[in-house]
C-alpha cells in the first residue's frame, strides 16, 4: 500500500516490541509452559502489522499462531515465519493445495465443509472446532464428531470450541460459560474413550485464561491481552500489562478564530469564545473514528485537547486555547502517552465499540514504526 516509512512524519503508528515480550511474559505466568501458547495474530495483529509481530513472537520461541483467513496465513509463511499456523475461519475447499503447500492447519467449521475437503483428496491437517454453545462455527453432535475423526485425507491434530461470554462473570454469564466447559470435556472424553486420537484441546482466548485459567488445555489463544489491551472497561486485566500501540500525530497549522465562528464540516463546532485552533493530519481515513468528533481527545504537549468540528477524511481540528507553548511540529498522541494516558479503551467506550475494533481498523496507510 503505502511505502513504509514515506508518510511517517505525518501520522503514524509506534509499536513497542517490548511491551509486547512484557505481555507475553506475564501471560505465561496463567500457563504450564510457554507451548501453550498460540498468539492470535488475525486483522494485521489487531492492526499491530502481523508479520513484524510474528517475527518477534518467533524470536521470543512462540510457534504457534492463529489467523483467520488463508491470505493472512500465506503472507506469514512467505516471511518466513515457523510454526504451526492455525486458519480460525472458512477457506474456500478450491484453495486445498495451498492449504497444503504452506503448511497450514484448516478449522473444520462444520460436518457439510469437512465433507467438502475430504472430497478434495488432498492431505491436509485439520483442528475440529466443536460449538458449545455460541453456535458460530462448529460441529454440534457426538456422532457427527467421530465421523470426521473417520476421514482419510483430514489429520486431525485438535479440537476446540470457543466461549461466548467468557468476559463477563455475573453468575449467569458464569453458568452459561461453565456448561460449554462441560459439553467441552464431554464430547474430548467421549472421543478419547471411543479411540480416536484428538491431538491439541484449546477452549480459552484472552478473557477465558484471565476468568477460567483452569482449563488451559494444550494452547490457549490468546489476543487482544497480548497487545495489552482490555477489550472494554472496565478495565479487567488482573495482571499488568502494558499498551503496545500508540498512535501518533502531530501539529501542521494553528489558527485563531473568532467568538461565534465555526468549524469543519457542516458547521457542527461554534466557538463560544475567541480561541485557538490547530489542524492536525489524521482522519477517519486512517481509521479514527469520525463519531469521535466533538467528543474525543488528544494529548498535546502533556495536556488534553478536545477534538472540535467533524473528523474529516483525512484531518482532524482541535482546540488548543489552553494548551502552553503550542507549535506546529507539537507530537499530537491520539493513543498512548505524553506525561498523561489516552487509552484506546477510552475511545472505544466513546464510540460504543470495543478496543478489538478501533485497532483493527487503524488504517494500512498509517506506518507502523517499531522500536524495539
Ligand atoms: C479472535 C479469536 C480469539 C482471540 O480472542 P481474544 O479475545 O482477542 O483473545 C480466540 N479464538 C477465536 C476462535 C477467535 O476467533
Redesign the pocket.
Known sequence: MVEKYSDSHRSWIEIDLSALRYNVKQLCRFLDTQEQFMA?V?ANA?GHGMIRICQELNAIGIKQF?V?TLGEAIILRKHHIEGEILI??YTDPQNIEEIRHYHLTQTLIDDHYAYLLEQQHVHIQVHLAIDTGMHRLGVESLETLKRIFEYSYLHITGV?S?LCVC?EITPERQDYTYQQIESFLHNIQQLQKAGYDIGKAHLL???GLLHYPQYCFDNV??????YGVD?SFPKQTICSLKPVLSLKSKIVLIREIKKNETVGYGRSFQAQHDMKIAVVPIGYGDGLPRLLSNQGHVIVNGQYAPIIGRICMDQMMIDVSDITDIQVEDIVTVIGEDKIRQDVETLAKQTQTIS?EILCCLSPRLPRIYKY
Open positions: 492470535v488475525k489487531y492463529a483467520a480460525l475461519g476446540f470457543h468476559d482466548s484472552s478473557y489463544r490468546m489476543g487482544i491481552l497480548m477489550s478489538n
